[in-house]
């Protein structure tokens, strides 16, 4: 995914600081229909972009512990 926009990016509170996260910027959600996602500890590196759908799917099948095809 590239942008050239500032992006406000948040880790989920259950984190407790431990490094092994992800951040989630919802800036582009209603402008663009995209969830950028991307490693907490390599803030540099690579941002994926997902359909604010799978997203949504993506964090349905988590809650619901769904880890079906």
């Not at 600081?17 to 390599?42: H, Q, T, W, Y």
């Amino acid at each position: 995914m590239t942008t050239t926009e500032s992006l406000r990016w948040f880790k989920s509170s259950y984190s407790n600081n431990g490094g092994d996260c992800i951040e989630v910027a919802a800036d582009l959600v209603a402008p663009r229909g995209l969830v950028p996602v991307r490693d907490s500890k390599n803030t540099d590196g690579p941002v994926l972009g997902f359909e604010t759908a799978a997203w949504s799917s993506f964090i349905g099948g988590i809650k619901s512990e769904d880890f079906s095809a």
